[in-house]
């Protein structure tokens, strides 16, 4: 076999309405519990990270997906365990690990090249207290360039710091006990902008017994607060939410999120809304809530009519910032079921083995002007369904490219599929393609893993019987 297969497409199927280019690399041989990220160095090559326990290696892949290279990271030997892994401004990438140095904790950053060298290495943060290791999150600016590290203490301290990794240095650190805060509970999101400020986001009271005491509280940190810690809330004005996601706006400098929200009924979602606050002045905040229409839920419900307005088992996987300071909220209907199995080589006590069925179907969009009043709303049909796979291959990859957005997503979870798309407009127009097939390629895509490499390229990995594959798929037609 050739070290590359690269295929046109439109050769071989003609229903495709733009050509393709599909090019894959050789497989790679996954060890148990093997994890791996993938990186694009800026000059069409790839990078695949792959990390197990205390060892690290990174292989290089030319733009043609042929193995140029590979190398083993040398860490700290005192048992290091990897926080994250993210792209550098340089091509190369930065890694972010925790380490024991005499019962102490430290945390510590590598920056490498595109060619895996390691270029500078700093000690972010040594702790004092031995015998005690922070479960770190770790989260990223939109550029990449702010390191957001922070981990709970005794479940009601909240420890926090920003890390610049252009400057390779901490701009700021600070602890702060949110009151009456249960993680479990209340936690939404962290987020860190890309002048290094922390948003700190929590759901109060989001109970049907207090419904109209419901309230979003943040914790701002940073250079825009002076290094003050400030804190705010946004009454949700009798609304109960249901699922919602942030994002900081950094072209108009205001957070942002997308949610779905309920009335009387945690089961279900009733409507969409829209929230805006301004960096500068948390107090101008924007909230606007819209219910479902009959008609959006019959559809999505599969029912001619519709007595209950609500949308049961939906989420919110992304909200997309608009260039005008609106969102696009992109939701998608999904539940995993778990079931037992009668089996005689069962282990658990009931004499059953588990199955975790998962189902991701529709996905529903809807566009919302700064303002908070709707644009457009439309429905993206799909049904996937898989067992026991921790939902790997289903959902979709949202590609954004200059004229559209493409959800490229896998008609079904098998080996033998075909691989689709939505190409959604600004005006909420849509066109259904196929973009390849998986016919005997023996490839199983996992697109939520997928990166974005160029503007019409992207880089997904494919995962089955402990052998990866990656894809590159380029959309060489689009106008």
């Given at each position: 076999?050739?070290?590359?297969?690269?295929?046109?497409?439109?050769?071989?199927?003609?229903?495709?309405?733009?050509?393709?280019?599909?090019?894959?690399?050789?497989?790679?041989?996954?060890?148990?519990?093997?994890?791996?990220?993938i990186f694009s160095d800026d000059r069409g090559n790839v990078l695949l990270f792959k990390g197990k326990g205390f060892e690290a290696q990174v292989q290089g892949f030319d733009a043609n997906l042929r193995l140029s290279w590979e190398k083993d990271l040398e860490l700290d030997r005192k048992s290091p365990n990897i926080e994250a892994v993210v792209q550098a401004e340089n091509g190369g990438f930065n890694l972010i690990y925790q380490f024991r140095q005499?019962?102490?904790?430290?945390?510590?950053?590598?920056?490498?090249?595109?060619?895996?060298?390691?270029?500078?290495?700093?000690?972010?943060?040594?702790?004092?207290?031995?015998?005690?290791?922070?479960?770190?999150?770790?989260?990223?600016?939109?550029?990449?360039?702010?390191?957001?590290?922070?981990?709970?203490?005794?479940?009601?301290?909240?420890?926090?710091?920003?890390?610049?990794?252009?400057?390779?240095?901490?701009?700021?650190?600070?602890?702060?006990?949110?009151?009456?805060?249960?993680?479990?509970?209340?936690?939404?999101?962290?987020?860190?902008?890309?002048?290094?400020?922390?948003?700190?986001?929590?759901?109060?009271?989001?109970?049907?017994?207090r419904q109209r005491s419901h309230f979003i509280e943040v914790f701002d940190f940073g250079p825009s607060t002076d290094s003050t810690l400030r804190r705010y809330s946004i009454p949700m004005q009798d609304h109960l939410t249901y699922d919602v996601k942030f994002a900081f706006d950094n072209l108009h400098h205001s957070l942002k999120a997308g949610g779905l929200y309920t009335k009387d009924n945690l089961n279900k979602a009733e409507g969409s809304y829209?929230?805006?606050?301004?960096?500068?002045?948390?107090?101008?905040?924007?909230?606007?809530?819209?219910?479902?229409?009959?008609?959006?839920?019959?559809?999505?419900?599969?029912?001619?009519?519709?007595?209950?307005?609500?949308?049961?088992?939906?989420?919110?996987?992304?909200?997309?910032?608009?260039?005008?300071?609106?969102?696009?909220?992109?939701?998608?209907?999904?539940?995993?079921?778990?079931?037992?199995?009668?089996?005689?080589?069962?282990?658990?006590?009931?004499?059953?083995?588990?199955?975790?069925?998962?189902?991701?179907?529709?996905?529903?969009?809807?566009?919302?002007?700064?303002?908070?009043?709707?644009?457009?709303?439309?429905?993206?049909?799909?049904?996937?369904?898989?067992?026991?796979?921790?939902?790997?291959?289903?959902?979709?990859?949202?590609?954004?490219?200059?004229?559209?957005?493409?959800?490229?997503?896998?008609?079904?979870?098998?080996?033998?599929?075909?691989?689709?798309?939505?190409?959604?407009?600004?005006?909420?127009?849509?066109?259904?393609?196929?973009?390849?097939?998986?016919?005997?390629?023996?490839?199983?895509?996992?697109?939520?893993?997928?990166?974005?490499?160029?503007?019409?390229?992207?880089?997904?990995?494919?995962?089955?019987?402990?052998?990866?594959?990656?894809?590159?798929?380029?959309?060489?037609?689009?106008?």
């Amino acid at each position: 076999m050739k070290n590359i297969v690269c295929f046109y497409l439109l050769c071989l199927l003609p229903l495709l309405a733009a050509s393709q280019t599909v090019t894959m690399s050789e497989q790679v041989v996954l060890r148990d519990e093997t994890s791996y990220d993938i990186f694009s160095d800026d000059r069409g090559n790839v990078l695949l990270f792959k990390g197990k326990g205390f060892e690290a290696q990174v292989q290089g892949f030319d733009a043609n997906l042929r193995l140029s290279w590979e190398k083993d990271l040398e860490l700290d030997r005192k048992s290091p365990n990897i926080e994250a892994v993210v792209q550098a401004e340089n091509g190369g990438f930065n890694l972010i690990y925790q380490f024991r140095q005499k019962l102490t904790p430290i945390l510590k950053i590598h920056r490498y090249s595109p060619a895996a060298n390691l270029v500078d290495s700093v000690t972010i943060k040594r702790f004092d207290q031995a015998f005690f290791t922070p479960s770190f999150e770790v989260e990223f600016s939109e550029d990449k360039n702010m390191a957001l590290a922070w981990f709970v203490k005794d479940q009601t301290e909240i420890h926090a710091l920003v890390f610049d990794m252009r400057k390779m240095k901490i701009i700021w650190e600070k602890s702060f006990m949110p009151e009456n805060m249960l993680m479990h509970r209340d936690f939404l999101q962290a987020i860190v902008d890309n002048d290094g400020n922390m948003h700190f986001i929590l759901s109060k009271d989001n109970f049907t017994s207090r419904q109209r005491s419901h309230f979003i509280e943040v914790f701002d940190f940073g250079p825009s607060t002076d290094s003050t810690l400030r804190r705010y809330s946004i009454p949700m004005q009798d609304h109960l939410t249901y699922d919602v996601k942030f994002a900081f706006d950094n072209l108009h400098h205001s957070l942002k999120a997308g949610g779905l929200y309920t009335k009387d009924n945690l089961n279900k979602a009733e409507g969409s809304y829209f929230l805006s606050v301004e960096q500068a002045s948390p107090d101008n905040y924007l909230v606007k809530f819209h219910p479902f229409d009959e008609d959006f839920v019959a559809v999505l419900s599969e029912k001619e009519k519709v007595k209950n307005k609500g949308i049961p088992e939906s989420t919110v996987q992304k909200i997309v910032m608009r260039t005008d300071g609106g969102v696009l909220l992109i939701g998608e209907l999904n539940r995993e079921f778990m079931r037992g199995t009668a089996n005689p080589g069962v282990y658990g006590r009931s004499g059953f083995r588990p199955i975790t069925d998962y189902y991701y179907d529709d996905a529903f969009l809807i566009s919302m002007h700064p303002t908070g009043e709707v644009h457009w709303k439309n429905i993206l049909h799909k049904k996937q369904y898989s067992q026991d796979d921790n939902a790997a291959y289903s959902s979709f990859f949202l590609v954004k490219t200059p004229a559209a957005l493409r959800l490229v997503f896998n008609d079904e979870i098998k080996n033998e599929n075909t691989v689709s798309e939505y190409v959604v407009r600004a005006n909420g127009e849509f066109d259904r393609n196929a973009v390849m097939s998986t016919e005997r390629q023996d490839l199983q895509l996992r697109l939520r893993d997928a990166i974005q490499v160029s503007a019409y390229d992207f880089v997904v990995p494919s995962e089955r019987r402990g052998r990866l594959r990656l894809v590159r798929i380029s959309f060489k037609g689009e106008k």
